[in-house]
Structures are given as structure tokens and as C-alpha cells.
């Protein structure tokens, strides 16, 4: 299991908001079945590698085909092999260390 962070800037639009764009892309993702979390900043996706990979190349290539001229898509995977990996863990333990 892995987490990947998804993060659009279309470019060559005729507005500064881009929250459409984060609209299809989670579209894409609940499509896809996948858990996720929206930020202000991106979208934290949970899955295994290559259905994350395969889900960054639908929201990057649905970005284009919805009328971007130019996006740039910036992804970061967090992938661990030794034990299981999710969004709520990592978030649990942040909150537990902090108290």
C-alpha cells in the first residue's frame, strides 16, 4: 500500500481558480475506488503503486482534455514495504505525538 500527494497547476486558463479541476480530479478518484483526502495545497491518495500511477495519468490527461492548455501535475509517492500504510495512521500519529 502506498500514499501518493497530487497536486494540479493548470496553466493557460482564463482564471486563477483551478477548483475544477481538483473537482474532476476527485471524480477520478472516487471512480477509481480509492480513499482520499483533499488539502487546501493537493490531494492525498491511498492505493498500490500502480493504481496510483495510473490514476495520476487519468487526472493529468482529464486536466488536458477539459480545455488546460498546459498543466503541470506534481506527485510524491509514500510507499513502505515492511508494514501497512494509511492515510489515518499517519495522521494518528502526528496527533499523538503532539499531545
Do not use: C, W
Amino acid at each position: 500500500m502506498a500514499l501518493m500527494e497530487i497536486s494540479l497547476i493548470p496553466i493557460g486558463t482564463n482564471s486563477a481558480s483551478f477548483s475544477s479541476s481538483v473537482v474532476n480530479a476527485v471524480r477520478i478518484i472516487e471512480e477509481k475506488g480509492l480513499k482520499y483526502q483533499v488539502t487546501p495545497t493537493n490531494t492525498i491518495i491511498e492505493g498500490d503503486l500502480d493504481q496510483l500511477l495510473d490514476t495520476a495519468k487519468a487526472i493529468h490527461r482529464n486536466a488536458i482534455s477539459n480545455g488546460v492548455d498546459r498543466i503541470v501535475t506534481n506527485i510524491s509517492i509514500d510507499e513502505r514495504v515492511d508494514k501497512q500504510l494509511s492515510i489515518e495512521q499517519q495522521v494518528d500519529i502526528v496527533q499523538q505525538s503532539l499531545q
